[in-house]
Structure formats: structure tokens, C-alpha cells
């Protein structure tokens, strides 16, 4: 009997040290704390809007909702500007636009005219989560986050999200990922082509083709491999809303009540809650569940067109007026003449032509300032056709960043609060107008996107706001990792039990 039950002893404390050393090599145990790490799940929903997501739609959202009752949720002031690109960089580094010196999807590469270059990966200089993932020796897995093309190595597998320029090119990591892709997914779509279009039901079936696709493979990841970090983003919300918010919102010029399109936005936060649901069944109680997402919506009221404003305020000199709507480029300005001229998109950049700085630049270093407040306050004081004050917001680089990278906008301009666009093109004879300018839009971004963290421990609690840079120290922090001293914000004070 004693000689039995020493074989137990010897059996038990054999597989005990293969435990050990198995949970070891895999990552998932932390030496340092003698307990079992935390995995973190995060579901990135580009565009969620919290006043939908919060309060309209929730109960309409029963996967969503559970998260919110049973963990902690806040909505979460995005970066400045609210931007996809550089909101998400910035989330998962911790670090501002500034620091990143991405302020757009385009960035001025040098101080010549025009010489705005798409944002990649490349231009991305900081560590984001999954590369400090990796140097923990911890695995990831990432999926559709924009800015991730070309692909860079990491302890783990990605595919690559919006700006991916074709997926004839190599958008996967390993190489050999795209395979699985192909085979398990073989309709994926990286995003909806021309998603400011005429043609409603084509875009909507490419949506929800594309969004189905990513969340096939999504489970196929989940279920195959194994991993300490997992993180995707559906940018099929992002493009609904942009093509279907006014059919909803009752505050647009072009909302009709009982159009056809009235539910498409609902019906679409709704499928996606479905799909969340997949993957919640496949996770346990110890993993970290996250949504976030990187700005949220609101009605598109107009646009301002912020280049023939300074033709009309006298900054902007061109050599010829066109007879028609046309984008501005260089060869049309009389630089000589020319003091600022700006960037439509979201929100507004205006750029100075300062000498010494642009080639042919004709503002003297000493009076920058100078313009620079000139221009910030009659922007700010601009009127609409009845007279009325729109709120225009401005800032300079300066009032935002602590750090300052790249080559930032001399002025960043929010149009009624991000209420109206800015549009670029040059023809358009008027300042304001009711058209984006690139095509049918009927959503601008919103400062405030939406957090939501259901784990272990975490007490059901809501907060008014937290900011876009705690994601980092948060996730670092519930998963035993040391936050770098240059990350910014902090770690939400969430209400453990």
C-alpha cells in the first residue's frame, strides 16, 4: 500500500513539473507573480457610436448589453483629431498623434507642396501592443487593424486592414497565413470598395459579405491556435454609418421618415452583436473581453469649403479660377501670392506658406504667429449664410501635443464641432455646401468612441469618460506586464471584487 501510494506522489508531482514547464514555454505563465497570466481579447468596432452602443440601440444588443451590465464601460475620448488613422496607432501605443506625427490617412513627408504620403506601417516608429507582446515572448493575434500594412514580424499572426493596397500583395504574417485565408474564408474582403456610392443594396451586401467573411475566419483563428493576445477590427461599421446615417438620424436635412434604409444601421450594430456572440462562446471566464472603437458618429450637417474661403479672405491666390468643382493642387496657386491653403477631409488642415520653410514660401518667420492668430480667430468667428456663429473649433499643434513629430498642420480646424466637413476643392463658388465633395456621406466622426471591459474581478461599473491612451496601461497592467514609462495616459481605476 505505501509503496502505491509513493508511485501517486512520484506520478502527480512528474505531471505537475510538465505543467509547469509547459505553461511556461507557452507563455502563459508569469514567473514573476507566480500565477497565471490573463489573456486579453479585444474586439475593435470601427466608428461604434456610444449614444447607439450606450443607450438607443443596447437593448437591442443583448451580446454588447452583457458585456455592459456584468464589466466596465465608458465612452472614451478618441485622439485630436478623431481620425481612424492615426486614432487606432495611437490606442494601441499609448502614444498621441504628436508623438506618432501621424495627423491623417495622408501626412505631409516633407515641406514642398502636395507631398501628402498614405500612412502605412512604415511610418509607424512606436511599439504598439503586439510588439510588446512579443518582446514579452507572449503571442498575438491581429486582424484588420488599419495601419498594419506592409506587415511586420511578430511573435504570432496578422492580416493586414484598410489601406492594404491589394490582397494580390502580401497582407498576411506569416506568408503562408494567406493560404488558411483563402481557404477558410475565400470571399474575405480587406474593406468595401467605394463605400460613397449611389448603389445602397451593392454596398450593403458587400458589407455584411466582408463582415461575415473576417468573423468566419475570426473563429477559425480562435479555434486553431493558441494565443495570449487577440485583437480585431470591423471596419464594415465605419462604412455603414458613413453611407446610411442620414436614413436614421432624424437631426439630417435628408432624413425622410419610413425610408428603406430607415433600420439599416440597426440592423447592422444587430448582426454584429449576433457575431460577437460566436466568439464570446468561445472564450472562457479568464479571458479579458474588450470593445473599443476609435471615434464615434454624428450627422453630417454640410460641409465648408475651407479653400475657397481663403481665396475669399485673400490667403489663397490661384492663377486661374476653374469653372467646376476640381481638388486643389499646386500647379493652380500662385504661390508668390499665397500666404495658406488647406486640406478637406473630417476635420480641416490649413498649412502656411512660410518663407524659408515651403519653397516658394512668402510669410516671414517673424510674422507666423502672427498670421497664425489671425487666422484662428476668423476662422472661429466665421458665420453661416443667415449670419450665425457655426462654432468652429481651431487649434494649433502646439495646444493639443505634449510631443510634436513629423510635420504637423500649422491650424487644425473642427467645422461646427466636427458637425461639417472640409472640403478641399477649389470651383465650388460657395463656402458652405451640403455636398462631402468625394461623394454621398451622410456621417461625420464624433470625438467620444466607446470602451467596454468585462474580466475577471471587474465590478459592473460605468464612467462618464476615459481617454484613448489608458487602453495600453490598462491591458499591460491586467496582464502582469511592466507599462513603459513613455506611454501616455493611465490605468482606469476599474472596481475589482
Known sequence: MRFICILVFVFCDFRLIIYHYVSRQSGLYDNTRNIMTKKTFIIGLDCAEPGLVFDKYKDKLPNIASLIDKGFSAPMRSTDPPITVPAWSAMMSGKSPGALGLYGFRNRQNYNYNQLALADSGQMKEPRLWDLMTKAGKTSIVIGVPQTYPVKPLKGYMVSGIMTPSMEKEFTFPKWLKDDLMRIAPDYMIDAD??????????????????????KFIRYMLETRRWDFFMFVEIGLDRIQHAFWHYQAVDSRDYVKGNRYEKAVLKYYQYLDFEIGTLLKRLDNT????????????????????????????????????????????????????????????????????????????????????????????IESMKDESGADIGNQVFKPQELYRRINGIPPDLLVYFSGLSRRSIGNVGMNTIFTFKSGIGPDGANHARNGVFIIKGENIKPEKKELINILDVVPTVLKRMGMSVPEDVGGGVIDLVFG
Open 287 to 378: 479571458t479579458d473581453v474588450i470593445i473599443v472603437s476609435d471615434h464615434g458618429a454624428k450627422t453630417m450637417m454640410g460641409g465648408v469649403c475651407f479653400n475657397e474661403w481663403l481665396i475669399k479672405e485673400g490667403y489663397l491666390v490661384l492663377k486661374a479660377q476653374p469653372r467646376q468643382s476640381v481638388k486643389l493642387s499646386s500647379k493652380m496657386v500662385d504661390w508668390n501670392k499665397t500666404r495658406a491653403w488647406a486640406e478637406g477631409g473630417y476635420y480641416g488642415r490649413c498649412f502656411i506658406n512660410v518663407k524659408g520653410r515651403e519653397p516658394k514660401g512668402i510669410v516671414p518667420a517673424k510674422e507666423y504667429d502672427a498670421l497664425r492668430d489671425e487666422l484662428k480667430s476668423k
Open 194 to 215: 467605394d463605400f460613397r456610392t449611389e448603389n445602397k443594396e451593392r454596398l450593403l451586401k458587400d458589407i455584411y459579405n466582408m463582415t461575415r467573411a473576417r468573423f
